[in-house]
């Protein structure tokens, strides 16, 4: 019988302890076999080939924090569909090797940790990842060289998508490309900076190389991969037929034309265009557009959407208290509530903790909810909530979206000249797809390329609209124009450098005098 797992307390946190006991017990073991399974199939892949590649896992222990958790590592410059489970490194939560494979006779060499060893401490640190894998797929290598002076690889309407973490049909997929070096840990600072930088990728290519996935064990490391290959060769294949795989109908890649005088020119995405007075003005790349008073009237929202999310929610609570979903919602007001208490914030009241029962802690919800929507605030948690309530009424047909009437023709205008058009609003991105999606002009998603919500920020801050210019790939956040119906949404994106437009409909808002921005009454003025 294997031995248990020793465990010894340090600062409160337990931790495994590198005996021998421990290094030969089943979880180890279990683990390092694992590896060696999981690189053969790899290998077969085309992933690991060449003693190229590599693969790392956590030993998992319900008794253990992952950061604290053991790391086995496959060895590098070894026939990796030959590995064995004795083959394997065991490695100290820090990155120290604890266990190193016995030397094998002529013609092998020396066992040597995998070069990849700084990159994958760098995914397990910074992301909490529970398994990491380097592949050298011919799919991840190809990609990064279509557009050598591309830092991104962008694919949006793709079924694979939904394989990635925090990823849908309709989202854009965004994973960044890093530069080569001659030797692996030469990586580990760029790669770094790449997960820093896009905090929702779970995955960095390196051109000409291949790719770095990650995710919280090796299962969905794993099914991560097998994704992103796919996506990757479907973008190879698109290219070859002539088709954009970044646009979310896939049409054919053509050079843009513009009509000048007496001729038309050919332009570039990046090149100018002529304005009005026949100068030239920076060319659009995206539009981001704000939903309630912009694309849809503010009483839609006020006096549908917002009613029907108060008179629901704790029929839906009640309906749905024990998935995983309505758990998750609980436990993000139950912060929420516990911080404005903390605050001091009217209508907030505590919630109860389980054990006082289902009816008292969705009473203390629906109270807090309440007040939340009277208060109109833009905050998450509510906001998740709420998708998930009017989730249920669009497909029950209890709700129908509601557009302006020009919204559909100018998206399909838009779409089809090359733009990229995004949504952002404080409403979540499950809400943004069931109105664009269910609305009084049908399905109008598939003109959109992304949805953004206030987990990128508040809409109000410069920052929010500077991490959306990161997300999109433009060059100069002027190739965005943003559009909404606040003042202070426009001021806070004008500061970060993008172009804008304020709305006017019925029903919004009355602006400053002397406001110095564009407005638009419809978007056939855009």
């Not at 060769?233 to 009509?259: C, E, F, N, Y």
Request: glycine residues 8%; charged residues 20%.
């Amino acid at each position: 019988m294997a031995a248990a797992v020793p465990l010894v307390a340090v600062n409160g946190v337990k931790m495994a302890t590198t005996t021998q006991a421990y290094i030969e017990s089943k979880p180890v073991q279990e683990t390092r076999a694992l590896i060696s399974e999981l690189c053969r199939q790899f290998y077969n892949l085309g992933w690991v080939g060449g003693t190229g590649g590599s693969i790392t896992i956590k030993v998992h222990d319900d008794c253990i924090p992952k950061p604290q958790q053991l790391i086995i590592m496959s060895p590098s410059g070894v026939q990796k569909e030959r590995m064995l489970p004795e083959d394997m490194y065991i490695l100290s939560p820090d990155g120290a090797i604890l266990s190193s494979p016995s030397q094998k006779p002529y013609p092998h060499k020396p066992p040597k940790c995998s070069d990849c060893a700084p990159l994958f401490m760098k995914a397990f640190q910074m992301r909490n990842a529970g398994s990491v894998i380097h592949s050298h797929g011919m799919e991840s290598c190809i990609v990064t060289m279509i557009n050598p002076g591309s830092k991104e690889f962008r694919i949006t309407h793709m079924e694979m998508i939904k394989g990635i973490q925090g990823h849908g049909y309709y989202d854009e997929l965004v994973v960044p490309i890093i530069e080569n070096t001659a030797h692996e840990r030469e990586l580990t600072d760029s790669l770094a900076a790449a997960i820093e930088a896009y905090p929702k990728s779970t995955a960095v290519l390196v051109r000409n190389h291949g790719i770095y996935v990650w995710g919280d064990s090796w299962i969905s490391a794993k099914t991560q991969a097998e994704c992103y290959h796919y996506l990757f060769d479907a973008a190879i294949r698109l290219h070859q037929m002539g088709l954009d795989w970044s646009t979310p109908a896939h049409g054919p890649i053509a050079s843009k034309r513009v009509s000048g005088i007496g001729r038309n020119m050919n332009m570039s995405s990046k090149a100018g265009a002529m304005g009005s007075n026949h100068d030239m003005v920076p060319s659009r790349r995206c539009i981001v557009l704000d939903i309630e008073g912009t694309t849809t009237p503010i009483s839609f929202v006020t006096d549908v959407l917002f009613p029907y999310a108060r008179d629901n929610v704790g029929r839906h609570l009640n309906t749905t208290y024990d998935s995983a979903e309505t758990q998750d919602d609980i436990k993000l007001l139950r912060d929420q509530v516990h911080e404005d208490l903390e605050k001091g914030i009217a209508g907030a009241v505590p919630i109860p903790h389980d054990s006082e029962g289902k009816e008292e802690v969705i009473a203390a919800l629906v109270a807090n909810v309440e007040a939340m929507i009277k208060a109109d605030r833009k905050i998450t948690a509510l906001k998740q909530l709420q998708g998930h309530i009017w989730r249920t009424g669009f497909q029950n047909k209890e709700l129908e979206g509601v557009v302006f009437e020009d919204v559909p023709e100018a998206l399909e205008r838009w779409h089809a000249s090359g733009l990229k058009v995004y949504i952002y609003s404080s409403g979540s991105r499950l809400a943004q797809r069931l109105i664009f999606g269910n609305s009084n002009f049908g399905d109008l998603r598939k003109y959109l390329s992304g949805f953004f919500d206030t987990t990128v920020g508040n809409k109000r801050e410069s920052r929010s609209y500077m991490e959306i210019s990161q997300s999109v790939g433009v060059d100069d956040p002027s190739e965005i124009l943003f559009v909404t119906d606040v003042y202070q949404e426009a001021t806070a994106a004008k500061a970060a450098g993008l172009e804008v437009i304020i709305s006017i409909r019925p029903g919004n808002g009355s602006l400053p005098e002397n406001h110095g921005f564009r407005t638009v009454n419809s978007f056939s003025e855009i």
